[in-house]
């Protein structure tokens, strides 16, 4: 194996160390670095992925700013590198980025077509490992460990390969970060978008790591960030100084992770995981019920759990089932499918609880469950488009509720099954 | 002479009441504060928010704090008095 750059265009090894351009194809696009070829964990992340997917799809877009998202009351779920230069950024109101951006092209999000375009992805990195973690629907951890006979090259020229594969047969592009574990990988790849290369060597990680701001760790948004501003800590470095036990009161068991992720170490493995078809939740019950107001708040809390769940995996389902079992243990299923995507408990609850008013007769059932299948990308729900302001609404309720039970929840909700409050319409 | 408070409809006055829910759980403090107020708990938080008093209850209880009062006027860049207007307008009072 040569420690010469080579080349991310053609493949090719630069003859010099020093060289500055490819000397076969004359691309700037070199890759160098002294642990190059002893990194194995890597972060690939699609460019503007749903924007690219588009893009692809009709060329008269190329140059000009796409947004794609909701009509005017939505928000924006992605937008092209050209939008970006005009400030637009995910997540930003639609009316603010047409603010900003007003000749911008703006195009409603085509579930089908980015799953499509993933799962190719997808596909493609599963030639070069089966250590795939997918993270969402458009990026993923692979493990390239021991992978060099196999491909003939490092993970790295492996890696460069596979950019140059994806952008070739699939027609958008990747960023690649390439690093010794999964915290650093993530931020690599993170580090030159779009059609990016980055990796961070076990040598540098302590002094590149340090100035950063804390925002960058994995898991540690505004609220966290406020938190550790509190007690002086804004850097990375700061991580470092503060006595664990300042961390502990400003962060609870976060801590002790934390401040290893600030010296650069995350001992998390890759690991692939199966595709989730549903997410659902289920409960016995000590004695069998048939009544629809014993079933319904039952169905309430069942509802939120899976709610929850969808929320914490960044999945929204389009289609409810309900289980039902009866003393027999016979089984009763009923779905509801083509629903708007959502991940909202109350949204979730409602064609759950139409079905279960159906199958009350009498029966005496002694299991409850609901699911969510059909997934799709979180983006794609729960949208306050179409003049329904109640939606965003809803939205914000759930998040002011999902925050007080983040953090005062664990212990109240043991016994919140048999208590026995209306639920909500 | 007093200014009445301007008329505000329900709708307009429940987003009020949104923004403040919002923005008393984003602060821990404020948060367990609202909690023991209220009497309120995590398990029973989501079926009270569905009661048709919880609006109204938020904006109660921010009414009743005022430098609470005070700084979600500033959070949402608006004047306390637009707040007051959309409690009004989710509890009136008895001579309404």
């Known amino acids: 194996m040569s420690n010469a750059p080579f080349c991310r265009d053609c493949l090719n090894f630069a003859a010099s160390p020093m060289a500055g351009r490819c000397d076969a194809c004359g691309s700037p696009r070199l890759l160098r670095h002294e642990e190059r070829d002893l990194l194995a964990i890597a972060h690939v992340d699609c460019d503007a992925f749903f924007a690219a997917v588009e893009k692809r799809d009709d060329p008269a877009l190329a140059d000009k700013p796409v947004i794609i998202g909701g009509g005017k009351r939505g928000v924006v779920s992605t937008a092209c590198y050209v939008a970006r230069t005009y400030g637009v950024r995910s997540a930003m109101p639609m009316f603010q980025a047409l603010k900003l951006c007003p000749h911008a092209v703006v195009i409603p999000p085509n579930g089908e077509k980015y799953r499509k375009a993933g799962h190719e ?33 490092s993970p790295a020229q492996t890696l460069a390969r596979f950019a140059h594969k994806v952008e070739k047969e699939i027609g958008i592009t990747i960023s690649v970060g390439l690093s010794y574990n999964k915290f650093l990988a993530k931020i690599a790849s993170d580090f030159q978008k779009p059609r990016g290369f980055s990796i961070i060597g076990r040598k540098e990680a302590p002094d590149f790591l340090a100035d950063k701001p804390v925002g960058i760790i994995p898991g540690i948004g505004a609220a966290g960030q406020a938190r550790l501003a509190k007690v002086g800590v804004t850097q990375i470095v700061h991580l470092r100084e503060v006595p664990l036990k300042t961390l502990f009161e400003a962060l609870g068991r976060d801590a002790q992770r934390l401040s290893r992720l600030a010296w650069g170490e995350d001992t998390r493995r890759v690991t692939p995981e199966r595709e989730t078809k549903s997410i659902s939740a289920e409960t016995t019950f000590e004695t069998d019920l048939r009544s629809f107001d014993d079933l319904e708040p039952i169905l309430w809390r069942l509802s939120e759990k899976v709610s929850r769940r969808l929320k914490a995996a960044g999945l929204a389902g389009r289609s409810v089932t309900l289980k039902l079992k009866d003393r027999e243990f016979r089984l009763l299923t009923r779905t509801r499918s083509g629903l708007a995507p959502t991940q909202l408990a109350a949204r979730l609850f409602e064609p759950a609880r139409q079905l279960l008013k159906a199958a009350c007769d009498g029966t005496a059932y002694r299991l409850i469950g609901i699911g969510a299948a ?23 309720m759930e998040s002011a509720i999902d925050r007080i039970r983040d953090k005062f929840g664990a212990a109240a909700l043991q016994k919140g099954i048999a208590l026995r409050n209306k639920p909500q319409r | 002479m007093n200014t009445p408070l301007k008329r505000m409809n329900r709708d307009e006055a429940e987003n009020v009441a949104v923004s403040a829910f919002a923005f008393i759980t984003s602060d821990e403090e404020r948060m367990g ?26 904006l109660d209880y921010v009414a009743s704090d005022e430098p609470l009062l005070m700084a979600l006027a500033k959070e949402l860049d608006t004047k306390p008095e637009h707040i007051m207007a959309a409690h009004w307008a989710l509890s009136p009072s008895e001579f309404e």
């Open chain 1, 121 to 153: 992805v997808r596909e493609l990195m599963l030639e070069l490992t089966p250590l795939v973690e997918p993270v969402s629907i458009d990026e993923a951890f692979l493990d390239l460990t021991g992978t060099e006979r196999l491909h003939h090259g």
């Open chain 1, 374 to 396: 059909d997934l799709c990308d979180a983006a794609e729900a729960d949208r306050g488009d179409l003049a329904d302001q109640s939606v965003a609404k809803q939205v914000q």
């Open chain 2, 33 to 58: 504060r609202f909690l023991a107020v209220s009497g309120l708990r995590p398990d029973t938080i989501r079926s009270a928010a569905s009661e048709p008093g919880f609006f109204a209850g938020i």
